[in-house]
């Protein structure tokens, strides 16, 4: 029990940190990710790559130990949304959020069908896990410590970096870009900070992923489990609220995990539509929040002062 | 070279049966509504639905299907509206009264898409259906082979388009949604009712979704994923054409369904020749994505946008 206690509280500080990604993103940033979840599989198999052994049946052989491979799983990520950047960035809004959600199904296109890169849909086996032979059955408690410790470090870095002038700037972007221009500040290279920043914590997080079990292949990274299960932490916990996307992270993620006795009452024929049911939850917690409680948990409705809004 | 061409005009008139319903919502009623690909799922299998309620009235011409397919394709559409309208009173209106931001509602569309698809795969499982028997193509010179039904999903994508063309066009109720997509408060002084105008572009987008849904359905199969993965093409016809534009959306879809199919078919005969071994019709998506690009390099509001719209 106490195990499966500190698996969720693991599984939930991974998402977390995904979470407090996007809500830099689109809750400082006003950047409507869709694709957040591109970021996160482009960093989980770029650790799985990176940390496994020299295998004929995919890229591999690298032999980066694990803390180290996390750097990959940043930098790889980032350095994607930069090159997608350029592009997607010239769009606003809608069709932002549309190219990014495009950006997610081609590189999931990409991880599921290049067996020789990716092994396909057979994903990649027997990743790393540090120190697991010292203590298996210990290990969701040492794994906490970890994912549990980087959670609470983005917290505070995020927390900092809001708050630092840079940050101002990133906020002045959201509320009006022709104001920022106005001030002399470089909007359009502003937002390309911001979404190069939160990929490449999302990498981070993905990296985590992979090196907790050990195991990934591209059904981990299906539009709900992704992206749109992150989006709806921010939303519960509130947009442009690290503590309150904490929150949410935890709510949504002990629904889920939750929610999985749901298919344990039907019957063995009907598990795979018990399985929507909780889709079903996931979409209707979205919309229950957006009709009762927009600003979400802990939210506030306005991230800088009124008297400096132009509307 | 042709053959690519034939299924590119078939795809491009699946794409714009769902672009326009995209274009109108994204113009009158101010968001991209993702969950537009679940609406067509939704049109597919209510005529999935009809078709085995209503009897066999056997097969026309050389078609696959009768006179039963084109009623329950009228049930479907009416019974997507329904259901379409059902969302806008309990969410959306809620929402518009509220003032809400175009980015919210399209959020809140994402959260629409999971409940509509966990519901669809909850109801008819998530298993591929088909709405009769495999027809065998006819061979035409040039190599081209075409099944009968094909010829029905280009007239009737065309005809339900231009239909929908001359309703906006020349209607009193087109013209008033015309006029409330081109200036809200004006519409409104000069008497138009918004809320009426809402439910009929509600309506209008529904039902070309609803058709189309059902065409890809006799094309390919239904499941509860073809949707989703007709999104981005959906959404990429009304970007390249412009927004809010009727010619765009219609010259997108074409250009969206054509370029998937010829592009795929060129690059896999390159790849073949260089020996490099990569599937490219698993990488359709990614084209109409490219192509998005391309166009918002050259004109920033799409081939048919006007400026600022």
Known sequence: MLSYIASYLVMASIYGIIALALNFQWGFSGLMNFGIGASYMLGAYSAALLSSAPTAEHLGGFGVPFPFDLIGAAVIPAFIAFLIGFPALRLKGGPFAIATLAIHEIIYLIVHNEMWLTNGVWGIRDISRPLYSQMPQQYDFFYLLIAGGL?????FFFRKVVRSPWGRVIRGVKVDEDMALMSGKHAWSYKMQSFVLGSAVAGIAGGLFVHYTGFVSPTNFTPLMATFIVWLMVMVGGSGSNRGVLVGTFFVWGVWTGSEFLTDLFPGSMETRAGFMRMFLMGIILLIVIMTRPQGIFGRKKIIPKYLRSK | MI???????????????GAIGVTLVADILNFFNFAHGAIFTLGAYFTYLYLNILPDMGSMFSLSFGGSMLIAIILSMVSTSLVVLFFDKIIFRTLRRRDASSLFLALTSL?????????????????????????????????????????????????????????????????????????????????????????????????????????YGLEVQIRPTMGWSFLIPMFVAVIVGGVGSFGGALAGGMIIGISEELITSLLQDLFLKLDIRVVMSAYKPAIAFVLIIFVLLVRPHGIF?????
Do not use: C
Request: hydrophobic share 50%; charged share 10%; no cysteine.
């Open chain 2, 111 to 215: 959260g629409l898409v999971f409940v509509m698809k966990a519901t669809i795969s909850m109801i008819w499982g998530p298993q591929v259906h088909y709405y009769g028997p495999i027809q065998s193509a006819i061979k035409f010179p040039l190599g081209i082979r075409v099944k009968p039904d094909e010829f029905f999903i280009v007239a009737a994508s065309l005809i339900l388009v231009l239909v929908a063309y001359l309703f906006l066009k020349y209607t009193r109720l087109g013209k008033a949604m015309r006029a409330t997509s081109d200036n809200v408060v004006l519409a409104q002084a000069s008497g138009v009712g918004t809320e009426r105008i809402v439910t009929w572009t509600w309506i209008m987008s529904a039902s070309l979704a609803a058709l189309g849904g059902t065409l």
């Open chain 2, 3 to 17: 053959g690519p061409l034939v299924n590119g005009i078939i795809l491009g008139s699946i794409i714009t049966l």
């Open chain 2, 305 to 309: 946008g006007r400026k600022g719209g």
């Open chain 1, 151 to 155: 959670l609470i470090v983005f917290y």
